[in-house]
């Protein structure tokens, strides 16, 4: 049940009683499908205290993608704090089914999203992978970005927590001297930051709507790596974007080295069932 607390703020908010229906929202969040009258809402809440402002990280990632107007995201409506709760409402998406048109629009689209370019690596702020810090110190070299800001504090954490030994970092090391020569010059990107099969929906017009962003400007890699992962995506959706923003001669060797990122993620999160396939692509290269 949504704590009493909250539902008192929303019901104020909404201006009128409401149901709430438990749906899927992920590994930290209670989330629930809101309902008044012909309306519809989803509403995500989770610890303010284990999870410092992350609706707030999340919100600001929704606005960014939503300026530039090229793919849909769920309207941010409201979003509050009570006790050790934070919530999160947003639009409703209704759900359609992923035609062959859909995946060649949502190439397209993140074709254009990655058209949307800076001057360096990173963002005005922090944020979150998952429900782990992202720091996003401003770099003008991205193997320094993709080392400093990304690799090296996930690798930190995992000694930490034994998930890594030190000949493991021996070997990253060894690896940070490649990078550079596997990503020739490009400029930084708008990226969604966490794009796997899990965060983006098709909508009832049977478009494209980007969920649950960790945005910062960063290589276009790290998106196209990441919709490898856990299931991938059609290939239809690799082809339209190739036509749109062709791909390099060596995207196959940059998207294992990006998704390192997120196996270290998920090596910190839920343990050395990812270890196998990080020491895959680092003894690889």
């Known amino acids: 049940m949504i704590p009493a607390s909250i539902q008192s703020q929303l019901k104020l908010w909404l201006k009128d009683d409401f149901t709430a229906s438990p749906v899927g929202g992920g590994s930290i969040n209670q989330a629930y499908k809101l309902s008044t009258g012909a309306r519809r809402y989803f509403c995500k809440v989770n610890s303010r205290s284990t999870y410092p402002s992350l609706f707030a990280y999340e919100k600001q990632g929704l606005q960014l993608l939503a300026q530039h107007g090229v793919i849909r995201v769920p309207k941010v409506l409201w979003i509050t704090e009570a006790g050790d709760h934070q919530v999160l409402v947003i639009e409703w998406i209704e759900q359609g ?75 990253f090391e060894r690896l940070y001297k490649k990078i550079p020569e596997i990503f020739p010059t490009e400029p930084p990107c708008l990226l969604h930051g966490d794009l796997w099969s899990g965060n983006f929906l098709c909508d009832d017009r049977e478009q494209p709507v980007l969920i649950d962003p960790a945005v910062y400007y960063g290589h276009r890699s790290i998106d196209l790596a990441m919709t490898t992962l856990f299931g991938g995506f059609d290939g239809l959706f690799y082809e339209s974007y190739h036509h749109y923003y062709p791909l390099p001669a060596n995207y196959r060797q940059q998207w294992y080295i990006c998704n390192l990122y997120p196996l270290l993620v998920h090596l910190n999160l839920f343990g050395k069932s990812y270890l196998a396939d990080i020491l895959h692509t680092i003894r690889r290269y």
Do not use: C
Not at 100 to 114: D, E, I, M, T
Not at 131 to 142: C, E, G, I, M, V
């Open 97 to 171: 089914l992923k035609t062959a048109g859909f995946w060649k629009n949502f190439g397209r689209q993140v074709a254009a999203l990655h058209h949307r370019q800076a001057e360096r690596f990173g963002l005005h702020t922090d944020n979150y992978m998952g429900s782990l810090p992202q720091t996003n110190t401003w770099h003008t070299d991205w193997s320094a970005f993709f080392i400093h800001q990304r690799l090296q504090p996930q690798i930190k954490l995992a000694l930490q927590q034994k998930l890594l030994e030190p000949s493991h970092v021996q070997a």
